[in-house]
């Protein structure tokens, strides 16, 4: 295995046309001058294809016809139809949607991971994002009793148990209320589960897709107890549940209720998605999502946990001496690459932005360092800003692939000193059975063939 | 968490200086005027046992604007008189705050909407109804209601995992499931992991069956919950469950002492079990990959080349076709992924990406029964009747019923656009499922 790499930025090469022909080879380009009357760019192109046909580089063709002042690339000298035409009108999409050369980025469920669609989960493609924020069509879903579009004129949130005043408030009542907006992470408890044993699938979108990151607006849990009168004497843990078919029910902290917890109605700055919970939902920063109750109807006050059936039959971690691990909720320290990641492949030797993103649910993202040796040795990688508390943060660092074997890993520390450990350090404690909260170091593995792929390294 | 420092800062620009008593009352005033000024006027605020209490940050904006941001209301523990609320109401109201006021907004729930939803059984049994049922009345219930999905002994794996499964009588003994500790049993299954009985109470009431939650009534709830403690030899074939003996049943569980709270997971500032390395060189000598995906996998998730952006310095794998055994030069790639994507694009609408985006395929497998028949039998049936069978079917879907398959009804699809419903009626009609 090579280990030879360096972390020199070489950016010289990204503004070199011969170097990175993938960066205007588009669809158009070669397909279009096959039209082209003028003939001497069509035997420029062709002479092009040809070479790409037969699996030389297409490299060739810029590199050598630089040197002749006539030939250029046909996305410059042949003005496309966007530039000589009339283009859509305004609110032609009343409702924006994303380029059509852009619909490979979805939502998948993870072939025979789950047996009905309605109990089930979709991925969302990490592998295509940017920065911190997930689009609000592309964060992951997970149902288990399938989703509704609710009235939300027929809403109804209420506040019952220990309280000195039960409560109901109509959405309009919510929406009246002074609001809080904050970026959090949102994880589901099994996010990297298929993992524990050993390599199970292929792509981060797979491997880590039960993860979302938004902006949330809503109400602050402890304004709403405090409205109801809530016993502080007697209360020491609240009942969140859900209005569907589930009507889903998980057991939060008081302490944690009282923290940082919201009730949110707003997600990136339009409503809930449904797929998400709309008309509200609960917001339980640094929590798995399970506790994120959806369609949330109704928060009970009361003085001991309530081992509901996702806290008791499912989200249990099983451990190694039989015992499963109740109530488990945090999301620790993780950090995963996002690009280049499992199942892309890369185009060309040379300069590649590392880049992925990292989290805790304990805190701040304080440091990530990246290996690109399985793990002999680190760098400290950049992060972006902003780094929010219990909210995704992104890093990148860069690196020259030099075409041989590389392992990339990526290691998170936070602000509570906690550092993200590798599978064998989690199995070690944790043995492989958990299903839920692993968050272990992933590695990539970079092959002489350009493939990347999810392997564990042990 | 209380910081009352930054309330004078932030007011001295806009009150002129008061005497310190007065002070007081401004901070007092503050604390629960913000969002809730006219929160003094409501007759229940003076009885609350917790009032408001605001945490401003050090501020430098105008004060206003920033105060309207920063001054939440949050519990606290002190005590103020609605003097002091007045006094304030005077002084924000005489600086133009008029803020939303949240005890007015809500309202007092009843007793009977209470009620209704307060529908939680803990395990203590505190919410449980009183109510009864035997294993016997139960079997009737499993058998038409549930056992559909979940199979005649609660073993299927069809639409989740089994519920009955790998316990023993020694388990019930001990109340810890032995087939946790081995690596015999593939997947667990519901009892064996059921460590509190008012679980399955509240979860078959609130739930089950799954597509019609809430529908069962109190005496079938202890019915069925009986009978799946039998399927499981927990109790025998005469046991009545009733509110008087869950705890005595509580007590047979054979995974009743299955769970811990002794890890770092759940409390705000737990301490993590498990800690990373911070080493930054020569930290592992040797680099062996212990687990990777066969080569029979390559394409288990489909084309990756379809998943992945079409710019920038990568492409999705083509998992359509065998790893390149060398590097493939990137013109290749480039073409491949740039015509390949836009086939999919035009491709026409899928009956089949029909059916499953509007739930058919919930309840229909193509080939197995899940709730509703499977599709290849609905094919089948309605083969015979030629031209006319997508018509039929049409007709059918709309409007939904029971009686051809079984007891259970299929919901009427008229929500589905015409043009979908026929669209997928002609596929199972045509029995062409690839």
Redesign the interface.
């Known amino acids: 295995?090579s280990t030879e790499f360096t972390f020199a930025r070489d950016m010289s090469r990204l503004g070199r046309l011969q170097r990175?022909?993938?960066?205007f080879?588009?669809?158009d380009a070669?397909t279009l001058p096959r039209d082209d009357r003028r003939s001497f760019l069509r035997k420029a192109f062709l002479a092009a294809?040809a070479?790409?046909i037969a699996?030389?580089?297409?490299?060739a063709f810029a590199a050598n016809e630089t040197a002749n002042e006539t030939a250029g690339d046909p996305a410059i000298l042949n003005l496309l139809a966007h530039s000589k035409g009339l283009g859509q009108p305004v609110a032609a999409r009343p409702y924006g949607l994303p380029s059509?050369?852009?619909?490979?980025?979805?939502r998948?469920e993870?072939?025979?991971l789950t047996?009905?669609?309605?109990?089930s989960v979709s991925f969302a493609?990490l592998?295509?994002f940017f920065g911190i924020i997930t689009p609000s069509g592309l964060h992951f879903e997970r149902h288990?009793?399938?989703w509704w579009d609710i009235d939300p004129s027929q809403h109804r949130f209420?506040?019952?148990g220990l309280v000195?005043?039960?409560?109901?408030?109509?959405m309009d009542?919510?929406l009246?209320?002074?609001s809080?907006s904050r970026m959090h992470f949102l994880e589901c408890g099994a996010n990297t589960g298929m993992e524990w044993g050993?390599?199970?699938?292929?792509?981060v979108?797979?491997t880590h897709g039960m993860l979302s990151c938004c902006e949330f607006t809503g109400v602050?849990l402890?304004?709403?107890?405090?409205?109801c009168?809530?016993?502080?004497k007697k209360a020491k843990f609240i009942?969140a549940?859900g209005a569907d078919?589930?009507?889903m029910?998980r057991t939060i902290?008081l302490?944690?209720a009282?923290?940082d917890v919201v009730v949110a109605y707003g997600m990136n700055g339009e409503m809930l998605r449904p797929e998400n919970g709309y008309p509200l939902r609960l917001v339980v920063p640094g929590v798995q999502g399970v506790s994120w109750v959806k369609y949330l109807?109704?928060i009970?006050v009361?003085d001991?946990?309530?081992?509901?059936?996702d806290e008791?039959?499912h989200y249990?971690?099983?451990?190694?001496?039989?015992?499963?691990?109740?109530?488990?909720?945090?999301q620790?320290v993780k950090s995963v690459i996002t690009?280049?990641s499992g199942?892309?492949?890369?185009?060309?030797k040379g300069?590649?932005n590392v880049t992925g993103i990292a989290w805790s649910g304990r805190g701040k993202i304080r440091k990530v360092?990246v290996s690109v040796?399985?793990?002999?040795?680190?760098?400290v990688a950049r992060l972006e800003t902003p780094i929010l508390d219990k909210c995704l943060t992104r890093f990148n660092i860069d690196w020259t692939w030099d075409?041989g074997d590389a392992?990339l890993m990526s290691?998170a520390?936070d602000s509570t000193g906690?550092?993200?450990?590798?599978i064998t350090?989690?199995r070690?404690?944790?043995g492989s059975k958990s299903i839920y909260?692993n968050n272990a170091?992933q590695s990539w593995?970079v092959?002489?063939?350009?493939?990347?792929?999810?392997?564990?390294?042990? | 968490m209380f910081k009352s420092v930054d309330v004078f800062a932030t007011l001295r620009p806009v009150l002129s200086p008061l005497p310190s008593r007065e002070r007081a009352r401004v901070r007092g005033g503050v604390r629960n005027g913000i969002g809730r000024v006219s929160s003094s006027i409501s007759p229940l605020t003076p009885t609350l046992p917790c009032r408001p209490r605001s945490r401003l940050h050090a501020l430098a904006a105008p004060a206003a604007a920033r105060m309207r941001a920063e001054t939440p209301p949050t519990p606290r523990k002190g005590r103020g008189g609605s003097w002091l609320v007045a006094s304030a109401l005077f002084l924000i109201a005489g600086i133009g705050f008029a803020e939303p006021n949240i005890k007015n907004l809500g309202r007092p729930a009843t007793p009977a909407e209470i009620k209704a939803w307060d529908i939680d059984v803990r395990p203590d049994f505190a919410g449980l109804p009183k109510g009864s049922g035997t294993v016997a009345r139960g079997q009737e219930v499993w058998e038409s209601k549930c056992e559909n999905c979940h199979g005649a002994f609660g073993e299927s794996n069809e639409v989740f995992t089994p519920v009955i499964g790998h316990t023993t009588k020694d388990d019930i003994r001990t109340g810890h499931v032995a087939a946790l500790r081995s690596d015999t049993v593939p997947q667990r299954t519901t009892l064996m992991k059921l460590s509190e009985l008012s679980v399955l109470w509240d979860y078959i009431n609130r739930a089950m069956p799954w597509n019609a939650p809430k529908s069962l009534s109190t005496d079938d709830v202890y019915a069925v919950v009986a009978y799946v403690l039998n399927l499981g030899g927990v109790v025998p074939n005469d046991y009545v469950l009733s509110d008087k003996n869950m705890q005595a049943t509580q007590n047979q569980l054979p995974n009743r002492n299955g769970k811990t709270r002794e890890h770092g997971l759940w409390e705000l500032g737990g301490k993590p079990d498990v800690q990373g390395s911070t080493c930054m060189t020569n930290c592992a000598p040797k680099v062996t990959i212990s687990s990777r995906l066969p080569d029979f996998a390559r394409n288990a998730h489909g084309d990756i080349s379809a998943q992945n952006r079409l710019l920038g310095g990568l492409r999705g794998v083509d998992t359509l076709r065998p790893a390149p055994t060398e590097f493939v030069p990137l013109a290749a790639r480039v073409s491949k992924g740039a015509t390949g994507s836009t086939s999919t694009a035009t491709t026409a609408v899928d009956p089949a990406k029909l059916a499953a985006q509007h739930a058919c395929l919930t309840c229909h497998g193509i080939a197995n029964k899940i709730v509703g028949p499977a599709l290849i039998d609905v094919h089948k049936k309605y083969a015979a009747q030629k031209s006319d069978a997508a018509k039929l079917l049409v007709v059918r879907i709309k409007s939904g019923g029971s009686g051809a398959w079984g007891s259970i009804p299929m919901p009427a699809q008229d929500h589905v656009p015409d043009a979908d419903i026929r669209a997928i009626a002609e596929w199972i009609a045509a029995g062409k499922f690839q």
């Open positions: 295995m990175a022909p993938e960066f080879l588009t669809r070669l294809s070479a790409t699996g030389t580089s297409a490299r059509k050369y852009e619909e490979n980025l979805q998948r993870s072939p025979g047996r009905v669609g309605a109990a493609p592998q295509g288990h009793q399938g209420m506040i019952n000195a005043n039960p409560k109901v408030y109509t009542d919510l009246r209320m002074p809080v050993n390599v199970a699938v292929p792509t979108q797979y602050p402890k304004w709403l107890l405090d409205d009168g809530i016993d502080m009942l549940e078919g589930s009507s029910t902290n302490a944690n009282l923290d109807r109704r009970e009361g001991m946990p309530y081992a509901t059936k008791t039959l249990v971690d099983l451990m190694p001496d039989g015992q499963h691990r109740q109530y488990s909720s945090i620790e690009s280049p199942g892309q492949v890369l185009l060309d300069f590649f360092d040796d399985g793990g002999k040795s680190w760098k075409g392992i290691r520390t906690q550092v993200q450990a590798t350090e989690m070690k404690v944790r909260h170091i593995l092959s002489a063939n350009g493939e990347v792929s999810n392997v564990q390294v042990g």
